[in-house]
């Protein structure tokens, strides 16, 4: 379980969308790496994101795949969450949640790239 939240922890921390599908394919890929190479470190704090940074090139490529991914979707949905999701508070999947209300209204790029790491999380 211990896993689990760290995982969670730093999907969070890696996606600033915190896109639901996203972050799972994050959790998915990942979890077994961050076992291995971050047991030790506990969630919060930005450590955990320091330690996947850290030991990037030793985790699986489906993991530095999801990660990379998570980045672009979270670099071209940046400013659509700032503007459709400023005053959402970051709980768990609440900013996702916020995201997908406003689905129909984010930028073109957000919108390609959400669209982009779905198509290769399949």
Known sequence: MKTLTCVAALGAAL???HSAFAASAVAKACAADIKAQCADVKPGGGKLKDCV???FSDLSADCQVAIVRAAAVARACKADVKQFCADVKPAKGAIGDCMKEH?????NGCKDAMAKAEAGNK
């Open 15 to 17: 996606l600033m969308t």
């Open 53 to 55: 940074k850290a030991h």
């Open 103 to 107: 689905a129909a209204d984010v930028s």
